[in-house]
C-alpha cells in the first residue's frame, strides 16, 4: 500500500510541476537549462520538470499615475496637470540579457532616451537623461555570479602560472643550448654553485667533483712522466 501512496504522490508533483496553464492575456516565457527557448500560451502547455522554468508575463495594459506638474500655458496660464502613462507588453521574448544589464548600462540608457524622444518632441519636450539606477538580483544569482567570478579569477592565475612556467622552461633551453657549444659554461655554473654553497654557514660540505676538471692536469702529468728517464738511470745501451 505504500509504495503505490508514494508512486502516486510522485505522480501528482510530476504534473503539477508539468502542466500550466495560462489565461488568454498571459504568455509564459520558457527558459530551459536558462536559456530563452521561446514564450508560450495561452491555455494549457508542458514543462519538462527542473528542466523548464516558466516566467509569466502579464499582456495587459498598465496604468502608472504620474506624479502633478506644473506647467504654463501659451497664453501665460499656470496651471498642474495630472496624467497617466498607460504600457504593455508586446513581445515577452525580447528581453536584455544580465550582463548586458550590468555591463552595457550607458547603451541601454542611450536607448530608451532615444525612444523617449521621439513621443515628447511633438510636445517641445527634451529627455535630458535615463538611468537604470539599480538592479536588485535575487541571492541564488549572486552566489552564482560570485562563484562565476572566482573560477574566472582561478583561470586568469593557472594561466599566468602556465606563462610564466614555459618562459622559464624557455630559458633553460636556451641555456642548454648555450652549454651544447660551450661545454666551459658549465664548468663555471658548477664553481658558482660551489661558492655559492660553500659562503652558508655549514660545517661541513660534500659534494661530487666531476672528473673533467682535472683532466688538463692529468694530461700535463702524463706529458711530464714521457719526458722523465726511468728510476734505474739512463735506458741500456746496446750489447757488449
Do not use: C
Not at 502547455?45 to 495594459?61: E, G, N, Q, T, Y
Not at 506638474?69 to 496651471?79: A, C, G, H, L, Y
Amino acid at each position: 500500500m505504500v509504495p503505490y501512496l508514494a508512486l502516486v504522490i510522485i505522480g501528482v508533483l510530476f504534473l503539477y510541476s508539468a502542466i500550466k496553464i495560462l489565461n488568454e492575456y498571459e504568455r509564459g516565457v520558457i527558459f530551459r537549462l536558462g536559456r530563452v527557448i521561446g514564450a508560450k500560451g495561452p491555455g494549457l502547455i508542458l514543462l519538462i520538470p527542473i528542466i523548464d522554468k516558466m516566467v509569466r508575463v502579464d499582456l495587459r495594459v498598465v496604468a502608472m499615475d504620474v506624479p502633478p506638474q506644473d506647467v504654463i500655458t501659451r497664453d501665460n496660464v499656470s496651471i498642474k496637470v495630472s496624467a497617466v502613462l498607460y504600457f504593455r507588453v508586446l513581445d515577452p521574448n525580447r528581453q536584455a540579457e544580465l550582463d548586458d544589464l550590468l555591463s552595457e548600462r550607458e547603451k541601454i540608457n542611450a536607448h530608451i532616451q532615444e525612444i523617449l524622444d521621439k513621443d515628447t518632441e511633438p510636445w517641445g519636450i527634451k529627455v535630458a537623461k535615463v538611468e537604470i539606477k539599480h538592479i536588485d538580483l535575487p541571492q541564488e544569482m549572486q552566489r552564482a555570479m560570485a562563484k562565476q567570478a572566482e573560477a574566472e579569477r582561478e583561470r586568469r592565475a593557472k594561466v599566468i602560472g602556465a606563462e610564466g612556467e614555459f618562459q622559464a622552461a624557455q630559458k633553460l633551453a636556451d641555456a642548454a643550448q648555450i652549454i651544447s657549444f660551450q661545454p666551459i659554461a658549465l664548468q663555471l655554473r658548477y664553481l658558482q654553485t660551489l661558492r655559492e654553497v660553500a659562503s652558508e654557514n655549514n660545517s661541513t660540505t660534500i659534494f661530487p667533483v666531476p672528473i673533467d676538471l682535472f683532466t688538463p692536469f692529468m694530461e700535463i702529468a702524463k706529458a711530464i712522466k714521457a719526458n722523465l728517464p726511468p728510476a734505474g738511470g739512463a735506458p741500456p745501451q746496446g750489447g757488449a
